[in-house]
């Protein structure tokens, strides 16, 4: 009796254990989200700030371009580097650094003098371009770590939501601070924010980095029966990313682990330059909206979306803690459908109450696409997460780049509907062939899964299906 009984009392224990870890670790991830949030908000802060600042420094349109390209290109140039900085360095050091260096070249700008004042820009650009896509592909790679491979969806949609309300307050604050206290003001609580972020990075024990955790991650609470498979394939390429060999084979070998994951980042890089179209097109459309005050739609705008987006991660943390699945590859392809379409009906000149609702779409099918494109990256060894999401984070800022530049030149010509309908409509393409791949990859896996049950099925397994099958 007490010998039954001991096992059970073990396995109870066990079963509290996990329990309080969890507890803890989710504890812990959410301040880690709440200084992410806090030093999201002095990005967004300093990206209506700067460019004021360096049109108001420099006089010229072109230099607030020239900002924006190196500040891009910089994240570019940081996107190809972070897989081999993540197979040295620990994730926490990589997400403290980045955010001392944000910091550091903010305070350097606040005491350049009068002469010295393009240097500094010059230099916030570059610094905050490759830190932000440092601590980025350091956070969301090491998610599994911190939190446990089921409860990644979660962790991610936490993410998301404390990132997205910081881009509301951001932007919507960014006038205000910048009109009543001046960009010196403005450019110290940019500093502060970063520097809140560093104490709250070196203050929690973070998983990550180092290239941590080498095996495939089970994928067991994934929606996706796909991601199973691309797990166990991802495994047998995890050993490449040990092997010493540079960071750029190894970050398209992340990319050729599992079936469709290439074809999936390049939708995202299609995805940002879609993203870069309806960015430059929304302030023009505004104007013919009303051209006194220009401001009030964008403002309107992005706010409405970020309630559709918040809302869309209520959603996804309320079905993965229910379920314990993601919502997987198809979701993102969907997703991506939906967002892109709903931002091209956006400029279709339809009446404010409609447009506030396409809004509202378009930022929840875009919250679902960031968990849905996280979370399925994040099935991957985390030998080779860490390159995958720095080639991630290269090729949106390649296409958010370059969709700048020829949106920049196109609006020129074009009205903004027509602009923003060809650019994301290149989305749309590439997201239907992304669910045409998937939809072939799962058919192929049921498709198998049935030949091995039915010689699974034998007489000496002893089955019931085997029995008839000896006895006809």
Request: glycine share 12%; aromatic share 8%.
């Amino acid at each position: 009796m007490g010998s039954a009984d001991g096992p059970k009392a073990d396995e109870t224990d066990g079963d509290t254990r996990k329990a309080r870890d969890t507890a803890v670790s989710e504890r812990r991830f959410r301040f880690l989200v709440a200084g992410y949030a806090v030093s999201s908000y002095g990005t967004f802060l300093n990206m209506v700030a700067l460019n004021l600042f360096v049109y108001e420094t420099t006089g010229r349109a072109l230099a607030m371009g020239l900002f924006m390209a190196v500040r891009l290109a910089s994240g570019f140039v940081a996107g190809l580097v972070v897989g081999g900085l993540l197979a040295r360095f620990s994730a926490k050091s990589i997400m403290l650094w980045a955010n001392v260096g944000q910091g550091a070249v903010m305070l350097v700008l606040i005491l350049a003098p009068d002469g010295m004042l393009t240097g500094a820009l010059m230099a916030v650009s570059v610094v905050i371009g490759a830190c932000g896509t440092l601590f980025m592909v350091a956070l969301r790679s090491s998610i599994p770590e911190m939190v446990g491979e089921d409860r990644r969806a979660w962790a991610n949609s936490l993410s998301i939501t404390g990132r997205s309300l910081a881009m509301v307050a951001g932007f919507a604050s960014a006038g205000v601070v910048v009109s009543l206290v001046g960009y010196t003001a403005a450019f110290l609580v940019d500093m502060a924010t970063f520097v809140a972020c560093a104490v709250t990075v070196a203050l929690l024990p973070i998983a990550g980095g180092k290239g941590a955790g080498g095996s495939a991650p089970k994928g067991s609470g994934d929606s996706e029966g796909s991601e199973n498979s691309e797990g166990s394939v991802a495994g047998k390429d995890a050993s490449a990313a040990k092997s010493g060999r540079r960071w750029r084979p190894v970050a398209f070998i992340a990319l050729a682990a599992a079936p469709g994951m290439g074809l999936m980042v390049a939708l995202r890089g299609v995805d940002a330059f879609g993203s870069s179209s309806h960015n430059a097109a929304l302030p023009i459309y505004s104007t013919s909206l009303d051209a006194s005050n220009p401001a009030v739609f964008v403002s309107a705008f992005w706010c409405v979306w970020a309630l559709g987006n918040i809302g869309a991660q209520q959603v996804i943390q309320r079905y993965a803690q229910r379920t314990g699945r993601s919502v997987g590859a198809l979701g993102f392809g969907y997703g991506t459908v939906v967002m892109s379409a709903a931002f091209i009906a956006a400029f279709a000149g339809f009446p404010l109450a409609v447009t506030a609702v396409i809004a509202l779409i378009a930022g929840a099918a875009d919250g679902l696409t960031e968990v849905a494109y996280t979370s399925h990256l994040q099935t991957l060894p985390a030998t080779l997460r860490g390159h995958a999401f720095g080639l991630s984070a290269t090729f949106e800022n390649l296409g958010f780049g370059v969709g700048m530049i020829l949106v920049a030149a196109a609006l020129d010509r074009f009205s903004p509907l027509a602009v923003v309908g060809w650019s994301h409509g290149a989305a749309i393409v590439v997201a239907v062939v992304f669910l045409l791949r998937v939809a072939g990859v799962r058919r192929a896996e049921r498709t198998g899964l049935r030949k091995e049950e039915a010689v699974e099925g034998r007489p000496d397994r002893g089955d019931r299906d085997g029995a008839e099958v000896s006895r006809g």
